[in-house]
């Protein structure tokens, strides 16, 4: 499985950026798929999430700013970022879930998102 991220890049405070992350292959086998994002010196952080039904999960900090979609005709899941702040500089990972029991999670190489004041 192989995830690559698109998109990133620097915009001004209140900007917006879509972030995408092509999958080789199906989308449509992995349970969830993720955005996560690291910033220097911090963990990596949970951004949002999306299940193969549809229903999404965001951080508190992005919620109502950002949104998580997926097109499993396109294999591609994306992230619609708008309103975007200093704070929201980071390196955006996609992630994906796949199997029962024991998941398995797959990573992107990460895209930087930098957000100027």
């Known amino acids: 499985v192989q995830l690559v991220e698109s998109g990133g890049g620097l915009v001004q405070a209140g900007g917006s950026l879509r972030l995408s992350c092509a999958a080789s292959g199906s989308i449509f086998r992995f349970n969830v798929m993720g955005w996560y994002r690291q910033a220097p010196g911090k963990q990596r952080e949970l951004v949002a999430r999306i299940t193969s039904g549809g229903s999404t999960n965001y951080a508190d900090s992005v919620k109502g700013r950002f949104t998580i979609s997926r097109d499993d005709a396109k294999n591609t899941m994306y992230l619609e970022m708008n309103s975007l702040k200093p704070e929201d500089t980071a390196v955006y990972y996609c992630?994906?879930?796949?199997?029962?029991?024991?998941?398995?999670?797959?990573w992107g190489q990460g895209t930087q998102v930098t957000v100027s004041s």
């Open positions: 992630s994906a879930d796949t199997g029962t029991g024991v998941i398995v999670r797959y």
